[in-house]
């Protein structure tokens, strides 16, 4: 009896050790391989800046230009005043302004338009006046007469007297385009009266500058 108990023991015990083992075999899994995973990094383009530097240089080259241009047709410009203001201080210098010409009158005698021994000298002086003046003066010669005819033959006469100062001006080297003439009559008397001291002044040739 006693051996069947341990016997009985025995085989309880043995199935208990084999059902244990297959539990334990059940349990442990399989350890599953790690793949290792590449860590994700983000690609960032670098910034290519040889372009924007090279525009930045043109510009400020281009700046540069403009402003050196700039300059120098400022100086250009200054240059340019600075001769026309010598060059007309130097013609000032040698010749007078026309507001400055003194001319002297021409008389005549009696309904006559040649010229007298005194009127060729005073008309030498001034040629000599005329001819210093600055470039582009014009000298407007004026015939006058007395009172004494009609309007119309005085008009006439008067531009005789003016041709007559003209053309003796042009025998002295004075340039006809320094010149031109109008004829008064006895429109414009230089003395009031009626007698021949006052007829002797208003027959007679005027200088007026004109330009």
Same mark, same amino acid.
């Given at each position: 009896?006693?051996?069947v108990?341990?016997?009985?023991?025995?085989?309880?015990?043995?199935?208990?050790?084999?059902?244990?083992?297959? /539990? %334990?075999?059940?349990?442990?899994?399989?350890?599953?391989?790690?793949?290792?995973?590449?860590?994700?990094?983000?690609?960032?383009?670098?910034?290519?800046?040889?372009?924007?530097?090279?525009?930045?240089?043109? =510009?400020?080259?281009?700046?540069?230009?403009?402003?050196?241009?700039? =300059?120098?047709?400022?100086?250009?410009?200054?240059?340019?005043?600075?001769?026309?203001?010598?060059?007309?201080?130097?013609?000032?210098?040698?010749?007078? /302004?026309? =507001?400055?010409?003194?001319?002297?009158?021409?008389?005549?005698?009696?309904?006559?338009?040649?010229?007298?021994?005194?009127?060729?000298?005073?008309?030498?002086?001034?040629?000599?006046?005329?001819?210093?003046? /600055?470039?582009?003066?014009?000298?407007?010669?004026?015939?006058?007469?007395?009172?004494?005819?009609?309007?119309?033959? %005085?008009?006439?006469?008067?531009?005789?007297?003016?041709?007559?100062?003209?053309?003796?001006?042009?025998?002295?080297?004075?340039?006809?385009?320094?010149?031109?003439?109008?004829?008064?009559?006895?429109?414009k008397?230089?003395?009031?009266?009626?007698d021949?001291?006052?007829?002797a002044? %208003?027959?007679?040739?005027?200088?007026?500058?004109?330009?």
């Amino acid at each position: 009896m006693k051996k069947v108990m341990v016997a009985l023991l025995a085989g309880i015990s043995m199935v208990a050790l084999l059902a244990s083992g297959c /539990a %334990n075999k059940e349990t442990v899994k399989k350890e599953e391989p790690v793949v290792p995973v590449a860590p994700i990094t983000e690609t960032v383009k670098p910034v290519d800046t040889t372009d924007q530097d090279r525009l930045a240089e043109q =510009a400020r080259l281009a700046e540069q230009a403009r402003l050196a241009e700039q =300059a120098r047709l400022a100086e250009q410009a200054r240059l340019a005043e600075q001769a026309r203001l010598a060059e007309q201080a130097r013609l000032a210098a040698l010749k007078p /302004a026309a =507001a400055e010409l003194k001319f002297q009158a021409v008389y005549f005698d009696y309904d006559k338009s040649d010229l007298r021994q005194d009127a060729r000298d005073v008309l030498s002086k001034n040629a000599d006046v005329i001819m210093k003046s /600055a470039a582009g003066t014009r000298v407007q010669i004026e015939g006058h007469c007395d009172e004494r005819g009609s309007a119309e033959y %005085n008009l006439a006469l008067g531009e005789s007297r003016a041709k007559s100062v003209l053309k003796y001006l042009t025998t002295l080297g004075v340039k006809a385009d320094m010149l031109s003439i109008i004829s008064y009559g006895k429109e414009k008397p230089a003395v009031q009266g009626g007698d021949e001291a006052a007829w002797a002044k %208003n027959r007679r040739a005027e200088f007026v500058i004109v330009k």
